[in-house]
């Protein structure tokens, strides 16, 4: 529960503040445009979407995590769902980044 609250939490501050392009066309697009510093992908993409993400992220050089959260997670937590989210803000994925791995390394995963 507090790993969602934590997600919940820097994602939409992270909207809020104008640095999320969610989608995979606007997530393209960000690319190109230098903007992206990491993307976050749904459990739930279908393997299409998934398999251009990471071929956009590995051209682009930028680190792409695969989430448990579904696409309906991510509506509810941002207001809108879409399989594929680019972070446009450096802390703001890092701080991503820290909160992935502490949840990676929790006890409760590894059973």
Not at 55 to 81: H, N, W
Not at 83 to 89: F, H, N, P, S, Y
Not at 94 to 108: G, Y
Request: charged content about 25%; proline content about 4%; aromatic content about 10%.
């Amino acid at each position: 529960m507090h790993y969602r609250q934590n997600w919940q939490g820097i994602l939409s501050i992270c909207r809020k503040a104008g640095k999320l392009a969610m989608g995979l066309e606007p997530t393209k697009d960000a690319m190109y445009r230098g903007e992206v510093f990491g993307v976050l992908v749904a459990s739930d993409a279908s393997p299409k979407t998934q398999k251009e993400a990471a071929f956009y992220c590995s051209q682009a050089e930028v680190p792409c995590l695969q989430l448990d959260f579904t696409k309906a997670d991510f509506a509810q937590m941002i207001g809108r769902g879409s399989g594929v989210l680019a972070v446009c803000d450096e802390g703001f994925f890092r701080k991503m980044q820290t909160i992935a791995a502490k949840e990676n390394a929790s006890p409760e995963k590894q059973k």
